[in-house]
């Protein structure tokens, strides 16, 4: 970082990553997204809290109090499923403002001795949302912490939630080049180095390259995403769950089958921007390859359910019941709450775009909502 461009935190991790260019050449993709989401005096999670109606976008949990009700249920009988522990892990993975815990906790309370045994862990990367969580949580009645990773949670028996949690961990991008997959890497554009472009970096050695089977013979010009945190959070899982009951959830978009393609999007103030545009400002994602995940997980050793997809399973547990007795509580508030459901399940909104996929160890009854994963 130079000159009058460092005071500026704007312009801070353009900076930075101009600098690493310059020094090391092209930086594989994964890194760019790395250093604009959590650069942590100027990322763009680092920062803010961007999560929410007036934010840059909007999540599930922020949609409806429904959502995380019902997923509080969910946890109730998987816990009681484990044999219900009177200690037991509750844990979120990139909780944004605390909402969804939030309503799951309330909805837990329905289930005798559950809540009694709960003891939350939040894994969260910004220190802006952590003081949102902690504010959401302070009346949870339930002890509350912070972990700085899924791997540092503490041992013992556990239910591990992450809501659009995957999508935002970086993505490598590999182009198929002459026959070989090679990394896409950023650069500065060579027409106004102030600004970034993609450019085809080296080939992939093959014990780093995960393409999804079904890609690997795909002609020159397919684009593949690999998500190498999807791993090692399948690997994080079966260590865990090899030693102590437990269950983990993940919903996010992407298909249930691996497809080519470039899914890189940037989201600022409700609106797609480029994503290599101005680094730092804008929510950078890419959707998550649901076979790839259960492939790593089943690789890992864990028994997987899913994908299905939300509106199936939000329906499958009873969103439209709560709806409806939400309404009848609330007569005045009742076409809300039918927008409310339909945005979280139709098919046109976020019902099938959004998948749902668990994991345990092997031999653990199915969990509901979910059928055992097919492939
Ligand atoms: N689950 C919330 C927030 C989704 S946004 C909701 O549904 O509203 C993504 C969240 O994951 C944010 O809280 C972000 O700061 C966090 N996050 C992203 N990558 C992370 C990482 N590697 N470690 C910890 N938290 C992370």
Not at 30 to 58: H, K, N
Not at 146 to 153: C, D, G, I, R, V
Not at 267 to 275: E, F, G, L, S
Not at 301 to 306: D, E, Q
Request: charged fraction near 20%; glycine fraction near 10%; charge should be negative.
């Amino acid at each position: 970082m130079t000159g009058a461009d460092a005071f500026n935190p704007a312009e801070r991790i353009a900076a930075n990553l101009r600098a690493r260019i310059a020094a090391q050449g092209p930086l594989p993709v994964s890194v760019f997204m790395m250093e604009a989401l959590f650069d942590p005096m100027a990322g763009f999670y680092a920062t803010r809290d961007p999560i929410g109606a007036g934010a840059d976008f909007v999540t599930a949990p922020e949609i409806s109090q429904m959502f995380g009700e019902l997923l509080g249920l969910w946890a109730a009988q998987v816990w009681q499923d484990m044999g219900s522990p009177q200690s037991c892990v509750l844990a979120e993975l990139g909780p944004g403002k605390g909402t969804m815990m939030s309503d799951m906790l309330r909805a837990a309370r329905a289930v005798p001795g559950f809540a009694d045994a709960l003891k939350v862990s939040l894994v969260e990367a910004s220190a802006a949302l952590k003081m949102v969580q902690g504010r959401t949580l302070a009346r949870a009645g339930v002890p509350v912490g912070w972990a700085k990773s899924l791997e540092a949670l503490r041992a013992g028996p556990a239910i591990i939630f992450g809501n659009e949690f995957l999508d935002c961990l970086p993505v490598r991008q590999a182009v198929r080049v002459d026959g070989q997959w090679c990394e896409r890497c950023v650069s500065l554009h060579p027409e106004d180095e102030s600004r970034f472009a993609f450019v085809t970096g080296p080939v992939i050695a093959d014990d780093d390259l995960f393409i999804p089977d079904r890609l690997r013979g795909s002609p020159d010009g397919t684009l593949a995403e690999l998500r190498p945190g999807d791993m090692q959070v399948a690997e994080a899982l079966a260590a865990r769950f090899a030693a102590d009951p437990g269950y983990a959830l993940f919903i996010d978009y992407g298909p249930a089958i691996s497809e080519p393609g470039d899914t890189l999007q940037a989201i600022r103030a409700h609106r797609k921007v480029h994503p290599l545009d101005a680094p730092g400002s804008a929510d950078i994602t890419a959707r998550v390859d649901f076979e790839m995940l259960a492939r790593h997980a089943k690789a890992a050793g864990l028994a997987v359910y899913g994908p299905a997809e939300q509106g199936a399973f939000l329906t499958g547990l009873g969103i439209g019941q709560r709806a409806g007795a939400l309404a009848a509580a609330q007569p005045e508030h009742s076409e809300v709450i039918a927008r409310q459901l339909a945005r979280l399940t139709s098919p046109d909104e976020m019902g099938t775009l959004f998948k749902v996929m668990a994991f345990s160890a092997p031999d653990m009854p199915v969990p509901p909502g979910l059928a055992p994963f097919a492939g």
